[in-house]
């Protein structure tokens, strides 16, 4: 299947601002200058360097093991150069959120719980579209590995209605996101099960998807967000219900030859598009993804 967009997910050695925004502040560790200060304070310039290397996925362990060292009596400003730093809240959330055995933990604590409120904020302003870009990546860290528990809990804390909600005032990157995690947890089959147990949240998903393709008529999506488009469109095609259900509904521009052409250089995602119009045409499942 797909994987995360490199840009966003993956161990990339620094998270650049273009992409993920200002995190909690916008001052960040590497807007720390070497001044008069720092240089005559080599513990100061040492921390520094580290809160820089926690982005690095290959320094940040010993990072983390020398940050640990230096909090308490060596450094007490270490908080606030932690949160003031730029993406480091955030490479910290996603490293947890990410790994297999701290995954659920984080889980358990509830600690995606507080990212919720930012995925459902609709202001479109470029601020507002950095926190829900740093809180989907989060998110999508917890359903990149498929986890049956991870899925499991997002459906208890409804996490449609805030991808849904990304969907439809994002930009692109968020849309992008969105839509990933959308398609991963239909993946499982409990969550495709929850998106077609009631007609009124098939349609909403597939009025969402289908948005997000009509409502640009002058510029088709981008070519990673169409591919998740697809899959979704593809996985609830599985489902006979939803397989009805998209005899009427799904987009027209799916037919599209500008839309195809798109797509010329990714057969794999142009044979998921052919199986997707045969399912929905014929009545039944041609293959599963």
């Known amino acids: 299947m797909a994987n995360l967009p490199e840009s966003l997910f993956s161990s990339d050695p620094r998270p650049s601002s273009s992409s993920f925004g200002a995190g909690p502040s916008t001052s960040g560790a590497n807007t720390y200058k070497a001044s008069d200060h720092d240089q005559g304070d080599p513990s100061r310039a040492k921390i520094l360097h580290s809160i820089l ?73 470029r601020p507002y579209e950095h926190l829900r870009l740093t809180s989907l990546g989060v998110i999508g860290s917890l359903v990149k590995a498929g986890d049956a528990e991870a899925v499991s809990y997002l459906l208890e804390n409804e996490i449609f209605i ?39 949240r098939f349609y909403t998903l ?3 998807l289908g948005n997000m393709l009509e409502c640009r008529t002058a510029e ?4 990673r967000l169409l591919k998740y488009i697809i899959y979704c469109y593809l996985r609830l ?19 599209d030859p500008n ?31």
């Open 162 to 200: 805030y991808c849904l909600r990304c969907m439809e005032v994002g930009g692109e990157l968020s849309k992008t996101v969105a839509t990933y995690i959308v398609q991963r947890i239909i993946i499982n089959e409990e969550g495709l099960r929850y998106c077609c147990a009631f007609a009124q």
């Open 53 to 125: 290397d926690l982005n690095d996925y290959r320094t940040r362990e010993r990072a983390l093991y020398l940050l640990d060292k230096s909090r308490g009596s060596i450094r007490e400003d270490l908080p606030l150069l932690l949160w003031n730093s730029f993406g480091t809240i955030y490479s910290l959330l996603k490293c947890v959120a990410s790994h297999r055995d701290t995954r659920m933990r984080f889980i358990k604590a509830r600690i995606p719980s507080y990212l919720f409120p930012l995925l459902n904020i609709e202001n479109r302003e």
């Open 206 to 208: 597939s009025r969402a």
């Open 220 to 223: 088709l999506p981008g070519k």
């Open 237 to 255: 095609s599985h489902n006979p219900r939803a397989r009805d259900g998209l005899r009427t509904c799904l987009p027209a521009s799916l037919r």
């Open 259 to 289: 839309l195809i052409n798109l797509l010329r250089d990714d057969p794999t995602t142009v044979g998921f598009l052919q199986q997707l119009l045969y399912n929905v045409s014929m009545g039944h499942q041609y293959t599963v993804i």
